[in-house]
């Protein structure tokens, strides 16, 4: 099984700053890696798939990259609705897919 | 645009079962993959099952091996959870979520069904 670690557990950003998420897999899973947005209360929504593509109607300042092992998400300019949690999905080697455990950005 | 909603959740108790039902909108169901992925209270994401569209390949996770049993109606345009021997560790939000394949992200997601169990 694949470990998907995610760091940091939580990140405090000030609106309009850059947020910059980490995302590590125990094992290579090429670029099939994606990131999902969650807020409270809401289910998860695809920003990122195949490491670095953004999904429909995802705004051009979240983007990802990596490759192998080591990937990012990104976030140019924190805007109020980009305050949730982050998830990263590995999706190479299944099953069982895996999660990282989470990312939070708050505010700061 | 397409939507995926869930139903059948509810509280039971130990040992007991429950059938869960995701309906999808569109045309064109039969085609992608479908996965079950739930959510315990305060916790992060794990994926459960997998069923592709017309292949009829099924996936479980080890944790649920042996006690779930996923399923697909395409003409109905559903995907079904059949959950016995319940736990209290089973208690989640259940997602259904769509993937084109079985090799890709899971795009379109359900608002889900909470599964509380429970004495």
């Known amino acids: 099984e694949i470990v998907m670690t995610q760091s940091p557990a939580t990140l405090s950003v000030s609106p309009g700053e850059r947020a910059t998420l980490s995302c590590r897999a125990s094992?290579?899973?090429?670029?099939?890696l994606a990131w999902y947005q969650q807020k409270p209360g809401q289910a998860p929504r695809l920003l990122i798939y195949?490491?670095?593509t953004r999904a429909t109607g995802v705004p051009a300042r979240v983007s990802g990259s990596g490759s192998g092992t080591e990937f990012t998400l990104t976030i140019s300019s924190l805007q109020s609705e980009d305050f949730a949690v982050y998830y990263c999905?590995?999706?190479?080697?299944?099953?069982?897919?895996?999660f990282g455990q989470g990312t939070k950005v708050e505010i700061k | 645009e397409v939507q995926l909603v869930e139903s059948g959740g509810g509280l039971v108790k130990p040992g007991g079962s429950l059938r869960l039902s995701c309906v999808a909108s569109?045309?064109?169901?039969?085609?992608?993959?479908m996965t079950w992925v739930r959510q315990a209270p305060g916790r992060g994401l794990e994926w459960v099952s997998s069923?592709?569209?017309?292949?009829?390949?099924?996936y479980y996770a080890d944790s649920v091996k042996g006690r779930f049993t996923i399923s697909r109606e395409n003409a109905m345009n559903s995907v079904y959870l059949q959950m016995n021997s319940l736990r209290a560790e089973d208690t989640a939000v259940y997602y259904c979520?769509?993937?084109?394949?079985?090799?890709?992200?899971?795009?379109?997601w359900g608002q889900g069904t909470m599964v509380t169990v429970s004495s």
């Open positions: 999905q590995q999706y190479y080697n299944w099953p069982p897919y895996t």
């Open positions: 094992q290579s899973v090429r670029t099939n």
């Open positions: 195949g490491a670095s």
């Open positions: 069923i592709s569209g017309t292949t009829g390949y099924i």
């Open positions: 979520a769509r993937g084109y394949t079985l090799r890709d992200a899971f795009d379109i």
């Open positions: 569109g045309s064109t169901f039969s085609t992608y993959s």
